[in-house]
């Protein structure tokens, strides 16, 4: 079973800056979108960033300028740089990986809080 891992969610103030990280527990062939989803208590979880594996990236809009997905397609890991960061940022964020056609993969998640 391949589990992607998070890491380096936290604690952090209002206009601090956290870089997430997203690796598989095993090369995964055939993917070709990597993300980042985030998910408030009582809210839907909400699509933060994607790329595409040739490199095309999108954002959320409240996120735009803010935050920079990168991956790196040789490891099978995907990156979230976020800067400026607001409370209304606070949740937990997931990775998902997916292919081209049929598996799609998700993180535990990790916990982002941006106090104020």
């Known amino acids: 079973q391949v589990q992607l891992v998070e890491s380096g969610g936290g604690l952090v103030q209002t206009g601090g800056s956290l870089t997430l990280s997203c690796a598989a527990s095993?090369?995964?062939?055939?993917?070709?979108?990597m993300g980042w989803h985030r998910q408030i208590p009582g809210k839907r979880r909400e699509l933060v960033a994607e790329?595409?594996?040739?490199?095309?990236?999108t954002y959320l809009d409240s996120v735009k300028g803010r935050f920079t997905i990168s991956r790196d397609n040789a490891k099978n890991e995907v990156y979230l740089q976020m800067t400026d960061l607001k409370p209304e940022d606070t949740a937990v964020y997931s990775c998902?990986?997916?292919?081209?056609?049929?598996?799609?993969?998700w993180g535990q998640g990790t916990q982002v809080t941006v106090s104020p």
């Open positions: 998902n990986f997916r292919k081209w056609v049929g598996d799609s993969y």
């Open positions: 095993r090369y995964i062939f055939g993917i070709n979108i």
């Open positions: 790329m595409s594996r040739e490199g095309s990236p």
